[in-house]
């Protein structure tokens, strides 16, 4: 295992692929230990499918997704967000070129998806703990 994945502790990875990705480096990931799952023929992922290969080939039901705007909005339009969990930092960041929690990228006018709020919990520091579901 190369030395740059010594940091996982353990971790096991997977990544997730097209189908046009080069035998190379899929012998590059087998060769550092890394899984790999193809979900799609082009570089466009079919993200459901890629959840559901990681549900049935190794088990794990739950996902955290801890991406950012753009991956984060593609989940959510895929339908595949059902939880959201913010954790609220009293601090202002005052750029224009902030990133967004959900970005739609080429799409911005996509329907919005409402969540409801199941729990409220302070935390040190006057930072809150909001949790939501996504709303029927």
Known sequence: MG???????????????SENV???YLAH???IGVS???????????????????SRYYNITEFMLE???????SF?????????????????EGTNNSISL????????????EFTLQKVEPL???ILWLRYRLKP
């Open 102 to 113: 959900f970005e739609y990228g080429d799409n911005p006018f996509r329907p919005g998806v």
């Open 36 to 54: 790999y799952i193809f979900a799609g023929k082009s570089n466009r992922l079919d993200l459901k499918l890629a959840l559901d290969k990681i």
């Open 124 to 126: 040190e520091n006057n």
């Open 22 to 24: 080069s035998n190379q």
């Open 3 to 17: 030395e740059e994945y010594e940091g996982r502790r353990g971790q096991h990875i997977i990544t997730v692929l």
């Open 67 to 73: 991406g950012g705007g753009y991956i984060n909005g």
């Open 29 to 31: 990931l087998r060769a």
């Open 76 to 92: 959510l339009s895929a339908g595949l967000v059902d939880e959201l969990s913010l954790i609220l930092v009293p601090m202002v």
